[in-house]
Protein backbone atom coordinates (compact mmCIF):
# COMPACT_ATOMS: atom_id res chain seq x y z
CA UNK A 1 0.00 0.00 0.00
CA UNK A 2 0.86 3.67 -0.08
CA UNK A 3 3.33 4.84 2.51
CA UNK A 4 5.08 8.29 3.34
CA UNK A 5 8.40 8.39 5.25
CA UNK A 6 9.95 11.16 6.47
CA UNK A 7 12.99 12.12 8.45
CA UNK A 8 12.76 11.81 12.35
CA UNK A 9 12.93 15.24 14.51
CA UNK A 10 13.17 17.58 16.27
CA UNK A 11 15.00 19.74 14.08
CA UNK A 12 16.80 22.60 15.72
CA UNK A 13 17.88 25.11 13.74
CA UNK A 14 19.51 28.91 14.49
CA UNK A 15 16.89 31.66 12.68
CA UNK A 16 18.12 32.21 8.82
CA UNK A 17 19.66 28.58 8.35
CA UNK A 18 18.86 26.15 5.54
CA UNK A 19 16.21 24.22 6.03
CA UNK A 20 15.86 20.54 4.63
CA UNK A 21 13.47 17.82 5.79
CA UNK A 22 13.23 14.56 3.82
CA UNK A 23 10.45 12.93 2.52
CA UNK A 24 10.24 9.50 0.30
CA UNK A 25 7.20 7.79 -0.62
CA UNK A 26 5.83 4.49 -2.03
CA UNK A 27 2.50 4.36 -3.84
CA UNK A 28 1.03 2.80 -7.14
CA UNK A 29 0.09 5.14 -9.88
CA UNK A 30 0.90 8.72 -9.71
CA UNK A 31 -0.03 10.23 -6.31
CA UNK A 32 -0.16 13.97 -5.68
CA UNK A 33 2.27 15.38 -2.89
CA UNK A 34 1.91 17.75 -0.03
CA UNK A 35 3.48 19.38 3.12
CA UNK A 36 1.37 20.49 5.92
CA UNK A 37 2.31 22.01 8.92
CA UNK A 38 0.44 22.52 12.10
CA UNK A 39 1.97 25.54 14.22
CA UNK A 40 1.88 25.53 17.79
CA UNK A 41 -1.87 24.86 19.15
CA UNK A 42 -3.16 25.19 15.84
CA UNK A 43 -5.23 22.98 13.28
CA UNK A 44 -3.22 21.45 10.19
CA UNK A 45 -2.72 23.59 7.00
CA UNK A 46 -1.68 23.03 3.50
CA UNK A 47 1.85 24.28 2.82
CA UNK A 48 2.68 23.47 -0.78
CA UNK A 49 1.86 21.20 -2.96
CA UNK A 50 2.74 18.95 -6.25
CA UNK A 51 0.33 16.74 -8.89
CA UNK A 52 2.33 15.30 -11.26
CA UNK A 53 6.39 14.49 -11.58
CA UNK A 54 9.01 17.58 -11.60
CA UNK A 55 6.55 19.80 -10.25
CA UNK A 56 7.70 22.47 -7.76
CA UNK A 57 5.83 23.53 -5.38
CA UNK A 58 6.61 26.56 -3.15
CA UNK A 59 4.66 28.76 -0.57
CA UNK A 60 6.45 31.59 2.27
CA UNK A 61 9.41 30.38 1.25
CA UNK A 62 9.46 26.61 1.24
CA UNK A 63 9.47 24.67 -1.94
CA UNK A 64 9.34 21.35 -2.92
CA UNK A 65 9.85 19.16 -5.87
CA UNK A 66 7.79 16.03 -7.03
CA UNK A 67 10.87 13.53 -7.93
CA UNK A 68 9.31 10.81 -9.47
CA UNK A 69 12.93 8.70 -10.34
CA UNK A 70 13.64 9.28 -6.53
CA UNK A 71 9.90 8.91 -5.29
CA UNK A 72 11.09 12.07 -3.04
CA UNK A 73 9.60 15.06 -2.13
CA UNK A 74 11.63 16.69 -0.05
CA UNK A 75 11.13 20.52 1.96
CA UNK A 76 13.65 23.30 1.62
CA UNK A 77 13.98 26.28 3.30
CA UNK A 78 16.80 29.18 2.36
CA UNK A 79 16.42 30.86 5.22
CA UNK A 80 14.13 29.93 8.47
CA UNK A 81 12.47 32.24 10.75
CA UNK A 82 11.35 32.06 14.20
CA UNK A 83 7.81 32.01 13.51
CA UNK A 84 8.68 28.57 11.41
CA UNK A 85 9.00 26.55 14.60
CA UNK A 86 6.09 24.26 13.87
CA UNK A 87 5.46 20.68 12.88
CA UNK A 88 5.30 19.59 9.17
CA UNK A 89 4.09 16.88 7.61
CA UNK A 90 4.64 14.81 4.76
CA UNK A 91 1.63 13.83 2.57
CA UNK A 92 0.46 11.66 -0.38
CA UNK A 93 -2.88 11.48 -2.36
CA UNK A 94 -2.84 8.71 -4.06
CA UNK A 95 -5.26 8.62 -7.76
CA UNK A 96 -7.66 5.87 -6.92
CA UNK A 97 -9.58 6.14 -3.57
CA UNK A 98 -10.76 9.51 -3.98
CA UNK A 99 -8.72 12.13 -1.59
CA UNK A 100 -7.88 9.53 1.09
CA UNK A 101 -4.62 11.02 1.93
CA UNK A 102 -1.70 9.26 4.35
CA UNK A 103 0.53 11.19 6.14
CA UNK A 104 4.16 11.03 7.30
CA UNK A 105 5.11 10.71 10.86
CA UNK A 106 5.48 14.63 10.93
CA UNK A 107 9.02 16.26 11.84
CA UNK A 108 9.15 18.82 14.58
CA UNK A 109 11.52 22.27 13.53
CA UNK A 110 12.75 24.62 16.41
CA UNK A 111 14.35 27.70 15.31
CA UNK A 112 16.07 29.65 17.59
CA UNK A 113 16.55 33.22 17.65
CA UNK B 1 -11.41 30.22 1.58
CA UNK B 2 -12.99 27.20 2.96
CA UNK B 3 -13.33 26.12 6.44
CA UNK B 4 -13.56 23.32 8.24
CA UNK B 5 -14.89 23.56 12.06
CA UNK B 6 -14.99 20.71 14.70
CA UNK B 7 -17.27 21.44 18.26
CA UNK B 8 -15.98 20.54 20.83
CA UNK B 9 -12.37 21.58 21.13
CA UNK B 10 -11.72 20.02 24.07
CA UNK B 11 -13.83 17.27 26.01
CA UNK B 12 -13.25 15.72 29.24
CA UNK B 13 -15.42 12.54 30.14
CA UNK B 14 -15.92 9.53 32.27
CA UNK B 15 -15.30 6.01 31.37
CA UNK B 16 -18.06 4.35 30.22
CA UNK B 17 -19.82 7.56 28.77
CA UNK B 18 -20.00 8.53 25.02
CA UNK B 19 -18.73 11.51 23.14
CA UNK B 20 -19.69 12.93 19.97
CA UNK B 21 -17.52 15.17 18.53
CA UNK B 22 -18.94 17.07 15.20
CA UNK B 23 -17.28 18.28 12.07
CA UNK B 24 -19.08 21.03 9.85
CA UNK B 25 -17.50 22.26 6.65
CA UNK B 26 -18.92 26.03 7.00
CA UNK B 27 -19.41 27.50 3.05
CA UNK B 28 -18.53 24.62 0.99
CA UNK B 29 -20.58 21.05 0.96
CA UNK B 30 -18.57 18.10 1.93
CA UNK B 31 -19.67 14.57 0.17
CA UNK B 32 -16.37 12.64 2.24
CA UNK B 33 -15.12 14.07 5.26
CA UNK B 34 -12.32 12.29 6.67
CA UNK B 35 -11.64 11.37 10.63
CA UNK B 36 -7.73 11.07 12.04
CA UNK B 37 -6.52 10.57 15.08
CA UNK B 38 -3.45 11.86 16.49
CA UNK B 39 -1.57 11.01 19.17
CA UNK B 40 1.14 12.82 20.97
CA UNK B 41 4.38 13.57 18.67
CA UNK B 42 2.63 11.14 16.52
CA UNK B 43 1.99 11.51 13.18
CA UNK B 44 -2.40 11.51 11.86
CA UNK B 45 -3.51 8.06 11.92
CA UNK B 46 -6.50 7.33 9.22
CA UNK B 47 -9.51 6.33 11.37
CA UNK B 48 -12.23 6.19 8.67
CA UNK B 49 -13.79 7.89 5.37
CA UNK B 50 -17.41 9.17 6.20
CA UNK B 51 -19.62 9.30 3.46
CA UNK B 52 -23.12 11.50 2.83
CA UNK B 53 -25.72 8.91 2.51
CA UNK B 54 -24.03 6.10 3.03
CA UNK B 55 -21.97 4.13 5.48
CA UNK B 56 -18.33 4.67 6.80
CA UNK B 57 -15.69 3.22 5.62
CA UNK B 58 -13.10 2.19 7.88
CA UNK B 59 -9.53 1.52 7.90
CA UNK B 60 -7.99 -1.56 9.32
CA UNK B 61 -8.31 -2.17 12.89
CA UNK B 62 -10.66 1.32 14.05
CA UNK B 63 -13.47 -0.31 15.48
CA UNK B 64 -16.97 0.40 13.44
CA UNK B 65 -19.19 -0.15 16.73
CA UNK B 66 -16.67 2.09 18.90
CA UNK B 67 -16.26 4.96 16.89
CA UNK B 68 -19.42 5.83 15.50
CA UNK B 69 -19.31 7.95 12.00
CA UNK B 70 -22.68 9.58 10.96
CA UNK B 71 -22.55 12.19 7.58
CA UNK B 72 -25.99 13.62 8.54
CA UNK B 73 -26.18 16.31 5.67
CA UNK B 74 -23.60 17.80 3.23
CA UNK B 75 -21.72 20.01 5.87
CA UNK B 76 -22.00 17.59 9.09
CA UNK B 77 -20.46 14.59 9.86
CA UNK B 78 -19.89 13.42 13.50
CA UNK B 79 -17.92 10.93 15.41
CA UNK B 80 -19.04 9.60 18.39
CA UNK B 81 -17.12 7.41 20.81
CA UNK B 82 -19.23 5.07 22.20
CA UNK B 83 -18.50 4.11 25.96
CA UNK B 84 -15.03 5.85 25.84
CA UNK B 85 -12.37 4.32 28.14
CA UNK B 86 -8.86 6.32 28.96
CA UNK B 87 -6.77 4.59 26.08
CA UNK B 88 -9.69 6.40 23.47
CA UNK B 89 -8.06 9.64 25.12
CA UNK B 90 -6.51 11.11 22.03
CA UNK B 91 -6.63 14.49 19.45
CA UNK B 92 -9.46 13.86 17.19
CA UNK B 93 -8.98 15.66 13.73
CA UNK B 94 -11.56 15.70 10.69
CA UNK B 95 -10.90 17.06 7.14
CA UNK B 96 -12.45 17.85 4.13
CA UNK B 97 -11.05 17.85 0.29
CA UNK B 98 -11.08 20.41 -1.86
CA UNK B 99 -12.99 19.15 -4.51
CA UNK B 100 -11.93 22.61 -6.62
CA UNK B 101 -8.30 20.71 -6.95
CA UNK B 102 -10.07 18.32 -8.67
CA UNK B 103 -11.97 14.46 -9.46
CA UNK B 104 -9.22 12.65 -7.56
CA UNK B 105 -6.45 13.55 -5.97
CA UNK B 106 -6.17 17.36 -3.48
CA UNK B 107 -5.45 19.02 -0.43
CA UNK B 108 -7.41 18.22 2.51
CA UNK B 109 -9.02 21.83 4.65
CA UNK B 110 -8.90 20.51 8.08
CA UNK B 111 -10.90 21.38 11.60
CA UNK B 112 -8.92 22.13 14.50
CA UNK B 113 -9.11 19.29 16.33
CA UNK B 114 -10.85 17.91 19.00
CA UNK B 115 -8.94 16.63 22.16
CA UNK B 116 -10.78 14.23 24.29
CA UNK B 117 -9.30 12.73 27.82
CA UNK B 118 -11.50 10.01 29.33
CA UNK B 119 -10.50 9.58 33.12
Known amino acids: GNSVTQMEGPVTLSEEAFLTINCTYT??????LFWYVQYPGEGLQLLLK?????DKGSNKGFEATYRKETTSFHLEKGSVQVSDSAVYFC????????????FGAGTRLFVKA | GAVVSQHPSWVICKSGTSVKIECRSL??????MFWYRQFPKQSLMLMAT?????????EQGVEKDKFLINHASLTLSTLTVTSAHPEDSSFYIC???????????????FGEGSRLTVL
Open chain 2, 50 to 58: SNEGSKATY
Open chain 2, 27 to 32: DFQATT
Open chain 1, 27 to 32: ATGYPS
Open chain 2, 95 to 109: SAPNRTSGVTGGELF
Open chain 1, 91 to 102: ALSGNTGGFKTI
Open chain 1, 50 to 54: ATKAD
